[in-house]
């Protein structure tokens, strides 16, 4: 508290002195009489990292009229965070040597947060700036989108009163800032704005926007000390805003806005940004009415952002017309580029009218007469003939007075597409699903597909081809939570006029974000780490119903007996040795052309696996093929199992599944034939008087169309392991070794499963990280390195030949008799075919993390290696290599920085019928600056 009064009381001072520092910087100033009163003042020291001194001094005009006074002065939150044992690994990072906790968020923020430095340590340069030794990656407006320049500057700014008195780095007045000076020659209303680097889009390489997308975080600290201009305000306010734009010019939409005074001091601003497309930061300053008002800003850094090479595209401006008739939903005020959120989540549209709903195709009036595209019609308005080959009813009515969307044949060429696409829909909620009925009849029809695009980037997600006879069908996509993407219907035209493709009753379910429960959550529901409220049924069943994963946690799942998404392998199921064939695990379509799922049900995208029956030769009609679940216990209660299958195609067999106890199967569940062309889910309650297993049982249909797929398979908490089914490597160790829950060392310590794959030996012999896929010479084995059942073919272990293509020696002992890992060659392949090296599961890296390994791809070699980290809702590739790299051992070197619950995954693909050629060897995590 200070206390200024009397009418030559004059002024005060208060100086940071830091050891070491010539300057005293001033933090606190008080000028002439502030009335007989005592008056309250925070000060912002922020971290200071040497030993510091406060003084004061009092200026005084020489006439003896005036006291100042201060009392009860008080430090607030100026010790560093204490040291503890352990820290939540979820949401925290723990300090090398003060053992703090500080929070994720902390991390490469440019404030050493620890005390020690190490949240700081290990950080990209590129991604941070504190302004000391220029703009670094920053670069101001030079395409004339602003009127003057941010000014970098030390100290107070040249107005008096207004502005920071120091920057936020070093908290002196050493320290550099950029501010806005709204002081002459500046004038009301002028902007001045600055643009960071380019940025990719916030998905994994690109290569699956809708279940990696992820937000990326920009931090940074901002000053406003003074008046400007805002709409709609009564007074004219000072303006800091932030923008994110995906093209070179503009302003993008806006993240954050800030106006008025916000008192001298630094603010911290935290902001999550998410693209479908490159982009970039806009940081706009808006100059008040008054000179009093600065804006400063300071210590700016990106996490988990990614620099992108290119250059924003220049706005599209030659995009030929639409056709977009207005929307059947209320009127709305929304600005123009957005778009009315749809009520409770759903949105529904049956062409009625000719309307289209926002649906967006090509304008005819800009394209030739006869072209192939999407265009609402009616059975009435058929010719002679073509009901053959287009529904005379619509699905909405049953009349010929309906209307449907057409793609018709009777224009185009051959091969021919017409897409039809919404606009972008911004976000969606974890149970959102498209719904729509498609009929598809003619002898010459094309395909249909549905696509979900982000950007320039699009993959399919639904697909039908060929006829399909005179009939609607239904089809469906879950599309789950997802983020600024649009829904691409894409007809492919035929041979001939002989079959249109025709859609109706288009519906998004389900599909409203989650909004903040009102109160707490009720025991009958699980609260996500993010504050939401799911029911515990939706706990560990693949899809993210908590918008954060928090509901997929690995350590909640461990309670979820059989469950597995068939990533790589079959989990805790097994093949049975009682059957004519194995289930496959498969990744993208089937191999049969008109049968099976374009994707799978866990990833949504290409690269997701899901097991299958393959129905075409050397399978026969009626030949089975089984596999079983992990044996359950009697004492199960309350014990589900829900699976998702698919099951399409003209000659479908039967999908069985039953409970298998005392030796006899019991039918739980019998499907046969056409079930529909997308994944459906059930859910069978499971109970038996003794231990039993599950069983599913896949049974060939008459013909080759008609493959049988699952995926996601979950059994609840109830249903509880036998004692004689756990996993071998989890046998309880004797009696008395160790206490219950922990696993025993190699050299008598004990260890808990927790503890191992985590990067820290902390058995002291190694024997909890041993199986994890550590660090590698292949000299004494594989060091838990796995191969993976999806494989066509596999990583073998070997030594050197000069005989054969791959290499003659080792890179470890550079001897013909070194170990190291190569990709085999078998007689029987294609192309396409995929060979995997898997790890273990990792807890979690830090900062500074890498992998070292070296490779050799011989100069017959035809293949491609690849580096794939797989986390618990993403698969993204790192690194690749495709064809000879000369005939010597490569090293290579890939940051594994921040990562948690990840795989890492060596794939090998096959380019021709056999190849082979390729190895690795001397694998090493790297956790040290190098």
């Given at each position: 508290?200070?206390?200024?009064?009397?009418?030559?009381?004059?002024?005060?001072?208060?100086?940071?002195?830091?050891?070491?520092?010539?300057?005293?910087?001033?933090?606190?100033?008080?000028?002439?009489?502030?009335?007989?009163?005592?008056?309250?003042?925070?000060?912002?020291?922020?971290?200071?990292?040497?030993?510091?001194?406060?003084?004061?001094?009092?200026?005084?005009?020489?006439?003896?009229?005036?006291?100042?006074?201060?009392?009860?002065?008080?430090?607030?939150?100026?010790?560093?965070?204490?040291?503890?044992?352990?820290?939540?690994?979820?949401?925290?990072?723990?300090?090398?040597?003060?053992?703090?906790?500080?929070?994720?968020?902390?991390?490469?923020?440019?404030?050493?947060?620890?005390?020690?430095?190490?949240?700081?340590?290990?950080?990209?340069?590129?991604?941070?700036?504190?302004?000391?030794?220029?703009?670094?990656?920053?670069?101001?407006?030079?395409?004339?989108?602003?009127?003057?320049?941010?000014?970098?500057?030390?100290?107070?700014?040249?107005?008096?009163?207004?502005?920071?008195?120091?920057?936020?780095?070093?908290?002196?007045?050493?320290?550099?800032?950029?501010?806005?000076?709204?002081?002459?020659?500046?004038?009301?209303?002028?902007?001045?704005?600055?643009?960071?680097?380019?940025?990719?889009?916030?998905?994994?390489?690109?290569?699956?926007?809708?279940?990696?997308?992820?937000?990326?975080?920009?931090?940074?600290?901002?000053?406003?000390?003074?008046?400007?201009?805002?709409?709609?305000?009564?007074?004219?306010?000072?303006?800091?805003?932030?923008?994110?734009?995906?093209?070179?010019?503009?302003?993008?939409?806006?993240?954050?806005?800030?106006?008025?005074?916000?008192?001298?001091?630094?603010?911290?601003?935290?902001?999550?940004?998410?693209?479908?497309?490159?982009?970039?930061?806009?940081?706009?300053?808006?100059?008040?009415?008054?000179?009093?008002?600065?804006?400063?800003?300071?210590?700016?850094?990106?996490?988990?952002?990614?620099?992108?090479?290119?250059?924003?595209?220049?706005?599209?401006?030659?995009?030929?017309?639409?056709?977009?008739?207005?929307?059947?939903?209320?009127?709305?005020?929304?600005?123009?580029?957005?778009?009315?959120?749809?009520v409770h989540g759903e949105e529904h549209c049956d062409f009625e009218g000719s309307d289209v709903c926002g649906w967006k195709s090509v304008d005819s009036s800009l394209v030739p007469v006869h072209i192939f595209l999407w265009s609402p019609d009616k059975g009435e308005s058929a010719h002679n003939g073509e009901q053959y080959?287009?529904?005379?009813?619509?699905?909405?009515?049953?009349?010929?007075?309906?209307?449907?969307?057409?793609?018709?044949?009777?224009?185009?060429?051959?091969?021919?597409?017409?897409?039809?696409?919404?606009?972008?829909?911004?976000?969606?909620?974890?149970?959102?699903?498209?719904?729509?009925?498609?009929?598809?009849?003619?002898?010459?029809?094309?395909?249909?597909?549905?696509?979900?695009?982000?950007?320039?980037?699009?993959?399919?997600?639904?697909?039908?081809?060929?006829?399909?006879?005179?009939?609607?069908?239904?089809?469906?996509?879950?599309?789950?939570?997802?983020?600024?993407?649009?829904?691409?219907?894409?007809?492919?035209?035929?041979?001939?006029?002989?079959?249109?493709?025709?859609?109706?009753?288009?519906?998004?379910?389900?599909?409203?974000?989650?909004?903040?429960?009102?109160?707490?959550?009720?025991?009958?529901?699980?609260?996500?780490?993010?504050?939401?409220?799911?029911?515990?049924?939706?706990?560990?069943?693949?899809?993210?119903?908590?918008?954060?994963?928090?509901?997929?946690?690995?350590?909640?799942?461990?309670?979820?007996?059989?469950?597995?998404?068939?990533?790589?392998?079959?989990?805790?199921?097994?093949?049975?040795?009682?059957?004519?064939?194995?289930?496959?695990?498969?990744?993208?379509?089937?191999?049969?052309?008109?049968?099976?799922?374009?994707?799978?049900?866990?990833?949504?995208?290409?690269?997701?696996?899901?097991?299958?029956?393959?129905?075409?030769?050397?399978?026969?009609?009626?030949?089975?093929?089984?596999?079983?679940?992990?044996?359950?216990?009697?004492?199960?209660?309350?014990?589900?199992?829900?699976?998702?299958?698919?099951?399409?195609?003209?000659?479908?067999?039967?999908?069985?599944?039953?409970?298998?106890?005392?030796?006899?199967?019991?039918?739980?569940?019998?499907?046969?034939?056409?079930q529909g062309n997308y994944w459906q889910m059930r859910e069978i309650p499971l109970s038996h008087t003794g231990d039993f297993q599950v069983m599913f049982e896949g049974k060939v249909g008459r013909s080759s169309k008609g493959d049988i797929c699952l995926d996601d398979i979950t059994l609840s908490p109830g249903c509880l392991?036998?004692?004689?089914?756990?996993?071998?490597?989890?046998?309880?160790?004797?009696?008395?070794?160790?206490?219950?829950?922990?696993?025993?060392?190699?050299?008598?310590?004990?260890?808990?499963?927790?503890?191992?794959?985590?990067?820290?030996?902390?058995?002291?012999?190694?024997?909890?990280?041993?199986?994890?896929?550590?660090?590698?010479?292949?000299?004494?084995?594989?060091?838990?390195?796995?191969?993976?059942?999806?494989?066509?073919?596999?990583?073998?272990?070997?030594?050197?030949?000069?005989?054969?293509?791959?290499?003659?020696?080792?890179?470890?002992?550079?001897?013909?008799?070194?170990?190291?890992?190569?990709?085999?060659?078998?007689?029987?392949?294609?192309?396409?075919?995929?060979?995997?090296?898997?790890?273990?599961?990792?807890?979690?890296?830090?900062?500074?993390?890498?992998?070292?390994?070296?490779?050799?791809?011989?100069?017959?070699?035809?293949?491609?290696i690849r580096l794939l980290i797989k986390t618990e809702n993403d698969l993204r590739e790192i690194w690749n290599k495709t064809g000879s790299q000369g005939n010597k051992w490569n090293r290579a070197e890939v940051p594994l920085r921040n990562l948690r619950y990840f795989e890492v995954i060596f794939e090998g693909i096959r380019?021709?019928?056999?190849?082979?050629?390729?190895?690795?060897?001397?694998?090493?995590?790297?956790?040290?600056?190098?």
């Amino acid at each position: 508290m200070h206390y200024n009064s009397g009418i030559s009381v004059g002024a005060a001072d208060m100086y940071l002195r830091i050891n070491g520092v010539q300057n005293k910087t001033v933090i606190w100033r008080t000028l002439y009489d502030q009335g007989t009163r005592w008056n309250q003042v925070t000060l912002q020291l922020g971290r200071i990292t040497q030993p510091f001194q406060i003084s004061l001094a009092k200026i005084s005009l020489g006439v003896f009229d005036g006291v100042s006074a201060l009392d009860d002065v008080t430090f607030k939150n100026c010790s560093l965070p204490p040291a503890v044992a352990k820290c939540p690994t979820r949401t925290h990072f723990h300090c090398r040597h003060t053992k703090a906790c500080v929070e994720h968020l902390q991390l490469c923020d440019l404030v050493d947060d620890c005390g020690d430095g190490s949240d700081e340590e290990g950080c990209s340069p590129e991604l941070q700036c504190n302004f000391e030794h220029g703009l670094c990656s920053w670069k101001q407006e030079q395409s004339g989108g602003d009127v003057f320049d941010w000014t970098r500057i030390q100290g107070p700014t040249p107005s008096s009163n207004t502005g920071p008195w120091k920057d936020h780095t070093l908290g002196t007045s050493q320290g550099h800032y950029l501010y806005i000076e709204s002081s002459a020659p500046q004038e009301f209303k002028d902007t001045a704005v600055l643009l960071s680097r380019v940025f990719q889009p916030t998905h994994s390489g690109g290569k699956d926007p809708s279940r990696s997308s992820y937000y990326c975080v920009f931090r940074f600290h901002y000053h406003m000390f003074g008046s400007c201009l805002l709409p709609g305000m009564s007074q004219d306010h000072l303006c800091l805003a932030v923008y994110l734009r995906t093209t070179s010019t503009g302003r993008g939409h806006v993240l954050w806005v800030r106006y008025g005074d916000q008192g001298n001091l630094w603010h911290r601003k935290t902001l999550y940004l998410n693209s479908a497309r490159p982009f970039q930061i806009v940081i706009e300053g808006t100059v008040g009415d008054d000179f009093k008002g600065d804006i400063a800003i300071d210590d700016l850094s990106f996490m988990d952002c990614v620099p992108y090479d290119g250059e924003l595209p220049t706005p599209n401006t030659t995009t030929p017309a639409v056709t977009t008739p207005a929307p059947t939903v209320q009127p709305h005020s929304c600005p123009d580029g957005e778009f009315a959120c749809v009520v409770h989540g759903e949105e529904h549209c049956d062409f009625e009218g000719s309307d289209v709903c926002g649906w967006k195709s090509v304008d005819s009036s800009l394209v030739p007469v006869h072209i192939f595209l999407w265009s609402p019609d009616k059975g009435e308005s058929a010719h002679n003939g073509e009901q053959y080959h287009r529904p005379i009813n619509d699905h909405t009515l049953g009349s010929p007075e309906g209307w449907y969307l057409c793609a018709d044949s009777s224009n185009g060429g051959y091969g021919q597409i017409a897409d039809l696409q919404t606009p972008v829909i911004s976000s969606t909620g974890p149970h959102c699903t498209l719904v729509f009925w498609y009929h598809m009849s003619g002898f010459t029809v094309g395909s249909l597909k549905v696509l979900l695009k982000y950007g320039n980037v699009s993959h399919e997600v639904w697909s039908q081809s060929g006829n399909q006879g005179n009939k609607w069908r239904r089809g469906e996509v879950f599309l789950g939570l997802s983020n600024n993407f649009q829904v691409v219907f894409r007809a492919k035209r035929g041979i001939s006029y002989m079959g249109d493709v025709v859609i109706d009753d288009v519906s998004f379910l389900h599909c409203s974000p989650p909004l903040p429960p009102d109160g707490p959550c009720t025991p009958e529901q699980y609260a996500c780490a993010n504050g939401h409220c799911i029911p515990q049924d939706n706990l560990c069943d693949f899809i993210s119903h908590c918008e954060d994963s928090s509901d997929e946690d690995p350590y909640i799942c461990k309670g979820f007996s059989g469950r597995c998404s068939f990533e790589f392998d079959l989990c805790s199921w097994r093949q049975s040795r009682e059957d004519d064939f194995d289930w496959l695990i498969k990744a993208g379509s089937t191999p049969t052309l008109g049968t099976g799922p374009s994707s799978d049900h866990t990833l949504r995208d290409p690269s997701g696996h899901y097991l299958y029956l393959e129905s075409s030769f050397p399978q026969a009609a009626g030949d089975t093929a089984r596999i079983s679940g992990p044996l359950l216990s009697r004492r199960s209660s309350q014990c589900k199992m829900r699976f998702y299958f698919h099951m399409s195609g003209d000659s479908i067999g039967t999908l069985s599944v039953f409970k298998m106890g005392e030796g006899r199967p019991h039918l739980l569940l019998n499907l046969t034939g056409d079930q529909g062309n997308y994944w459906q889910m059930r859910e069978i309650p499971l109970s038996h008087t003794g231990d039993f297993q599950v069983m599913f049982e896949g049974k060939v249909g008459r013909s080759s169309k008609g493959d049988i797929c699952l995926d996601d398979i979950t059994l609840s908490p109830g249903c509880l392991l036998a004692s004689s089914a756990g996993e071998e490597d989890n046998t309880p160790p004797p009696a008395g070794s160790c206490p219950s829950g922990f696993l025993p060392c190699e050299n008598g310590r004990c260890f808990t499963p927790g503890q191992s794959c985590d990067f820290t030996d902390d058995c002291g012999d190694g024997t909890d990280e041993k199986d994890c896929g550590t660090s590698c010479s292949f000299e004494n084995g594989r060091c838990g390195w796995k191969s993976s059942l999806a494989d066509n073919f596999d990583w073998t272990l070997g030594t050197g030949s000069v005989k054969r293509i791959w290499p003659p020696y080792d890179h470890t002992l550079m001897t013909e008799n070194g170990h190291f890992i190569y990709l085999e060659a078998s007689p029987v392949g294609h192309k396409g075919d995929k060979a995997h090296l898997r790890s273990s599961v990792w807890k979690e890296s830090s900062a500074i993390c890498k992998l070292s390994f070296w490779y050799y791809i011989s100069h017959k070699a035809t293949g491609t290696i690849r580096l794939l980290i797989k986390t618990e809702n993403d698969l993204r590739e790192i690194w690749n290599k495709t064809g000879s790299q000369g005939n010597k051992w490569n090293r290579a070197e890939v940051p594994l920085r921040n990562l948690r619950y990840f795989e890492v995954i060596f794939e090998g693909i096959r380019l021709r019928d056999v190849s082979r050629g390729a190895a690795l060897d001397d694998l090493e995590f790297i956790f040290d600056d190098i």
